[in-house]
């Protein structure tokens, strides 16, 4: 019994570390690694930075404020016909790497923290 005991809190951490982002872990700058335009994202390899007073610039779509909730990340920003959004999830790499946002999970297509 007390050897299941470990490897399960270690399985229990890992879900709770991989679905909870506060900011202190998400500010900080982003780098896409998509090679093709994505529909409402940007078009080429693009950098994202995350400021901790919950705003953000980018080059697709320029400054603008983001939400976190759990693990997802809600973008919104300004553009020539209004207000605009995007929604998206964060994850990391098997668990335990630098935080990523996806941008096209099926083409996998995401910005990828570089500090």
């Known amino acids: 019994m007390k050897k299941l ?3 399960l809190l270690c399985i229990i951490l890992l879900i709770i570390w991989n679905n909870y982002y506060p900011k202190w872990a998400i500010t900080g700058t982003y780098v896409s690694n998509n090679s ?5 994202g940007p078009s080429s390899i693009d ?3 995350l400021f901790k007073n ?3 610039k980018n ?5 603008g404020d983001y ?3 759990g693990g997802d990340i809600e973008f ?13 999830s964060i994850d990391r790499f098997l668990f335990v790497g630098k ?8 083409l996998g297509y995401y910005y990828k923290k570089v500090k």
């Open 5 to 7: 005991i470990l490897p």
């Open 67 to 69: 939400k976190i909730k």
């Open 36 to 40: 093709e335009p994505i529909l409402e």
């Open 76 to 88: 919104s920003y300004e553009y020539e016909y209004g207000k605009a959004g995007y929604h998206t």
């Open 99 to 106: 935080p990523r946002i996806s941008l096209n999970y099926d």
């Open 59 to 63: 080059g697709a779509w320029g400054i």
């Open 47 to 49: 950098t994202l930075v």
């Open 54 to 56: 919950g705003t953000f």
